[in-house]
């Protein structure tokens, strides 16, 4: 339950509805959480969360219904509405996740889930924007081979928060902080079409960089330790889920307990 003010706002689904009544919320979310920070499979479970099954089926059910995106969509503009989302320097990168065997064999292909082969072997990538403080404001899955750079466009994209009043939601940082890997003439006129202010390095074949900024890029240090916090989640550090839309689910949840 979130607060707005003195006024309780739920964002989980009521106990009561047209079809069979839930099970109480709190043993069920219980139970994924432990999932997400042990990697243990649903069978293993314990007992006293109550049914792997219906554990289960609630995680994927909610990611269905985009239950756990409006949670975190809903902190993020609670921490706007209070001042403290910092839209001036957002941070991006790229990680490497090693995907499990058990992870290969989605109807459709790999290549639709978000499933490659980089120099680590069978992989994910995950792409990340934070915020000023290095909170996670929006992540994008690709193959684990995939450039950085490609993303970039999908990720700036990504992540729109609603404001107060009638204005238009927000999605633009004032700055954005990248490593050499964003360095391209084509990420850096779609930042200043935007007016984003670019704080990347150039790399050696691209001449001096007279408006470099180093002492904005000392702080990308925050979305790196941002990615080992995420990491610190078993069922993130390894994916073990066929599809995509699953392992993204962990991921949303990773970052609504980050924000919390």
Known sequence: MIHSGNVPLPLLPPLLGLGRPYLNHRPIVSGILWVLRTGAPWRDVPERFGKWTTIASRFRRWIAQGIWQQVWAELQRQA?????LDWSMHFVDGTVV???HCAAGARGGQEGEALGRSRGGFSTKIHLRAEGQGKPMAFVLSGGERHESKYLQPLMETGAVIRAGRGRPRIRPDRLVGDKGYSYTTVRKYLHARG???IIPRRKDQGSDIC???IAYKERNKVERLINRFKSFRRIAT????RALSYGGWLTLAAILLWL
Do not use: C, N, S, T
């Open 80 to 84: 706007d509405l209070e001042g403290q």
């Open 98 to 100: 090693r995907a499990h």
């Open 196 to 198: 984003i202010r670019v």
């Open 212 to 214: 470099f900024d180093p």
């Open 239 to 242: 994916r073990y889920d066929k």
